[in-house]
């Protein structure tokens, strides 16, 4: 599904740039985030590194084994993309350690933490103005 969305929008996933992740809490209100988000285009999956007592982790666990919808985003003046799917929680050691190895790679080294999850995003919808 992203695979084919060329080279732009693959180069502007891997530039360093602040993202948002938006969750819905149990009210039906968006809960929306500043995060740092790496991108799997073969897999189609964006990650999210955080702690597993975080607030976007309970929404996200509120939704069960199904998980939520959710969307993480980015810009860069003119260029905007956002990637919608359903949201999963991964905990799995092996899992961790991928995404914080992907997430040192776009950002930087993540702080130890040993309560960190992973939030995972299989995309279904990408869309944007790369």
Same mark, same amino acid.
């Given at each position: 599904? /992203?695979?084919? @969305?060329?080279?732009?929008? !693959?180069?502007?996933?891997?530039?360093?740039? &602040?993202? =948002? /992740?938006?969750?819905?809490?149990?009210?039906?209100?968006?809960?929306?985030?500043?995060?740092?988000?790496?991108?799997?285009? !073969?897999?189609?999956?964006?990650?999210?590194? =955080?702690?597993?007592?975080?607030h976007k982790v309970?929404?996200? /666990?509120?939704?069960?084994?199904?998980? $939520?919808p959710a969307a993480?985003?980015? $810009?860069?003046?003119?260029?905007?993309? =956002? /990637?919608?799917?359903?949201?999963?929680?991964?905990?799995?050691? !092996?899992?961790?350690?991928?995404?914080?190895?992907?997430?040192?790679?776009?950002?930087?080294?993540? #702080?130890?933490?040993?309560?960190?999850?992973?939030? !995972?995003? @299989?995309?279904? #919808?990408? &869309?944007?103005? $790369?």
């Open positions: 599904m /992203l695979t084919n @969305k060329g080279a732009d929008f !693959e180069g502007f996933w891997a530039e360093r740039h &602040l993202c =948002t /992740l938006t969750t819905v809490r149990a009210d039906g209100t968006p809960h929306v985030v500043p995060v740092g988000v790496t991108v799997d285009v !073969e897999a189609g999956v964006a990650r999210v590194i =955080t702690s597993g007592t975080s309970r929404h996200v /666990l509120a939704g069960g084994e199904d998980g $939520v993480v985003c980015q $810009v860069d003046g003119r260029r905007w993309s =956002t /990637l919608e799917g359903r949201a999963v929680v991964r905990r799995e050691p !092996e899992v961790v350690a991928d995404a914080e190895r992907r997430y040192a790679a776009r950002y930087r080294t993540p #702080r130890v933490n040993p309560q960190r999850v992973v939030i !995972e995003i @299989k995309v279904a #919808r990408a &869309l944007g103005t $790369v």
